[in-house]
């Protein structure tokens, strides 16, 4: 049985995601998910330099920027950012 991490997302990812496409934010939002429900058994893609500790996933041309928060009994899941891969990092 898969244990699925609650998820937290920051205002500016609220915001992000009222700004996309409605197919384009529903395909971030089951990716979301499917991220809460395997945690545990994917690989993390971390970033590197400035934001270091923060993780990506990629949703096609868009990146979903999260951080994780231990919690017991699982990680918490921070999502910060929502944005197209070509604006993301500045």
Do not use: C, F
Request: hydrophobic share 40%.
């Amino acid at each position: 049985m898969t244990t699925s991490h609650p998820v937290l997302v920051t205002k500016e990812a609220k915001a992000d995601l009222a700004k996309l496409d409605r197919a384009v934010a529903t395909r971030v939002v089951q990716r979301i998910r499917w991220l809460a429900e395997n945690l545990d058994t994917t690989t993390l893609l971390p970033l590197h330099g400035a934001w270091q500790g923060y993780y990506k996933l990629r949703v096609g041309d868009y990146r979903v920027i999260y951080r994780l928060e231990p919690q017991a009994p699982a990680a918490q899941i921070v999502i910060e950012y929502v944005r197209h891969r070509r604006e993301v990092y500045k």
